[in-house]
């Protein structure tokens, strides 16, 4: 069974940074579109930020030039570092991978920023 897991969440204050990381089992991340989504509370899930599997990188606008997604296919894992944190940025952050077929999701790890 194929298993995507977070781990670094935390609470911060706002300005400072935390990295969050995603490992995966069974499954190989080399045939999969890697992103970060994140979901706070009243509000729909939504995308943070993609590492393609061709190496491409998106991020939503409101992240530009605070956050960077790396994936290290050969260790099945895609960090998030996220800088100059936000109370906006608030919210349980989920690992996903997107394949042709089979779409995966990790169980979330919470961040929270104080002002």
């Known amino acids: 069974q194929v298993q995507l897991v977070e781990t670094g969440g935390g609470v911060v204050q706002a300005g400072e940074s935390l990295r969050l990381s995603c490992t995966g089992s069974r499954i190989l991340f080399s045939f999969y579109d890697m992103a970060w989504y994140r979901q706070a509370p009243g509000k729909q899930r939504e995308l943070v930020a993609q590492?393609?599997?061709?190496?491409?990188?998106n991020y939503q606008n409101s992240v530009t030039g605070r956050f960077a997604i790396s994936r290290d296919n050969a260790k099945n894992t895609v960090d998030l570092q996220m800088n100059s944190l936000k109370p906006e940025d608030t919210a349980v952050y989920y690992c996903?991978?997107?394949?042709?077929?089979?779409?995966?999701w990790g169980q979330g790890t919470q961040v929270t920023v104080s002002s």
């Open positions: 590492h393609t599997r061709g190496g491409n990188t």
């Open positions: 996903n991978a997107k394949g042709l077929a089979y779409n995966y």
